[in-house]
């Protein structure tokens, strides 16, 4: 037996993230801090490339180890499914779109800065209810997670805390709208042969 690379575009993005990390703390203190994270309304510079770089880079930065582990045990759970489903340059192009579209949104309305994954996270949730999904059809599965992970978040968003349940929102509706209008590669069902 051998160990395969059996989801390259998340363990690459796993073990970058992790990289990251470990460089930020052990040798670079300031990495994460000016290219892993977005700044929030007011701090954004348009002038600065360094931060529409960072538009995308935030979904690889992570505070600490606990923040990391907690996105990315989700992420590796539900990433290979994912990425056998719809092919791993169309998982990628589904995290840079919701990196893209939570780190614009956190710039116009937020004045704290965004870091980390859950974002993708909350869009590999929800698109994961979409793996069986047939035209015409709404699954089931997706109105309950709709209803467990977004209502959660939604009643979070009223406590205090330094969580951006925003971006798990967004995120979240990303992989809806993913779910939607971009079905998973149908794999063709092995026939089962009489003996």
Not at 92 to 113: D, E, K, P, W
Not at 180 to 192: G, T
């Amino acid at each position: 037996m051998k160990i395969k690379y059996n989801s390259p575009a998340v363990l690459t993005y796993a073990f970058l993230s992790a990289i990251v990390l470990l460089l930020t703390q052990l040798f670079f203190h300031s990495m994460t801090q000016l290219w892993f994270m977005v700044p929030g309304r007011g701090t954004f510079d348009p002038s600065r490339i360094r931060h529409w770089i960072n538009l995308f880079t935030h979904v690889i930065g992570h505070a600490n180890w606990s923040h990391l582990i907690s996105n990315f045990a989700f992420i590796l759970l539900i990433g290979p499914m994912l990425e056998t489903a719809y092919g791993s340059l169309s998982l990628l192009l589904m995290i840079a779109i919701t990196a893209l579209v939570t780190g614009v949104l956190n710039v116009f309305l937020f004045r704290t800065a965004l870091l980390g994954a859950s974002g993708v996270v909350f869009m590999m949730i929800l698109l994961s209810s979409f793996t069986n999904f047939t035209e015409g059809e709404i699954p089931l599965t997706f109105i309950l997670v709709l209803a467990l992970y977004l209502g959660r978040e939604l009643f979070n968003s009223f406590s205090e805390n330094n969580v951006s349940e925003f971006a798990h929102i967004a995120g979240g509706f990303c992989g809806s709208l993913f779910g939607f209008f971009r079905p998973a590669k149908r794999r063709r069902e092995p026939v089962l042969e009489e003996l």
